[in-house]
């Protein structure tokens, strides 16, 4: 049974760079046709894709993010990774990974962690 | 903004039955596949609908997806009060190129 699990600091200063790490157990990130996403709700609001990578290295990301976004995989170690830079307090959000399936493009995301909330406040 | 638009809530009583419309346009819902997910409160998203129709493995029968157009629709029937949720639709928006969510809807069980 695949799980993925959030982790990284859940308070972070304005103008600095949010690091977040997904690491996936129950099964391999290096599987065919299985692709990694990074999503987050802000408190009491819908949901936003930030972007998706494959174990090869294949990313894209939300356009209204992607000044500001990098994501990466380390398929040896089964887990992906996001940074987000010059964070505002707009940047507060419960923060998911997430897997789907059959191509980069996003599609229904079948399985998520369980979401760690980041706070962005000095 | 979201540029798919769904009812901020819908209410109806045990048993009985609730749709969900989501609305969006060419460049999402009428040419991309569209899903379906519910969130219980406090916790993470789960997919209920992909393809526009298709239940995964786990999903009761009284749980359904369509899309007419530019509109999807889930529906839920025997509602339960473990259905008392946020649900949310999701599809690509080739405009955007970007994954995006419908705004969200709260489903009450009288």
């Known amino acids: 049974h695949l799980q993925l699990q959030e982790s990284g600091p859940g308070l972070v200063k304005p103008s600095e760079t949010l690091s977040l790490t997904c690491t996936v157990s129950g099964g391999s990130i290096s599987v065919s046709y299985y692709y990694w996403g990074w999503l987050r709700q802000p408190p009491g609001k819908g949901l936003e894709w930030i972007g998706s990578i494959y174990y090869s290295g294949s990313i894209c990301y939300n356009p209204s993010l992607m000044s500001r976004v990098t994501i990466s995989v380390d398929a040896s170690e089964d887990r992906f990774s996001l940074q987000l830079s010059s964070v505002t307090a707009a940047d507060t959000a419960v923060y998911y990974c997430a897997k789907y399936e059959r191509r980069l493009r996003p599609d229904g995301f079948d399985s998520w962690g369980q979401g760690t909330l980041v706070t962005v406040s000095s | 903004q979201s540029v798919l638009t769904q009812p901020p809530s819908v209410s109806a009583a045990p048993g009985q039955k609730v749709t969900i419309s989501c609305s969006g346009s060419s460049s999402n819902v009428g040419n991309n596949y569209v899903c379906w997910y519910q969130q219980l409160s406090g916790t993470a998203p789960k997919l209920l609908i992909y393809?526009?129709?298709k239940r995964p493995p786990g999903i009761p029968g009284r749980i359904s997806g369509s899309k007419s157009g530019t509109s999807a629709t889930l529906g839920i029937t025997g509602l339960q009060t473990g259905d008392e949720a946020d649900y949310y639709c999701g599809t690509w928006d080739s405009s955007l190129s970007a994954y995006v969510f419908g705004t969200g809807t709260k489903v009450t069980v009288l």
């Open positions: 393809d526009n129709d």
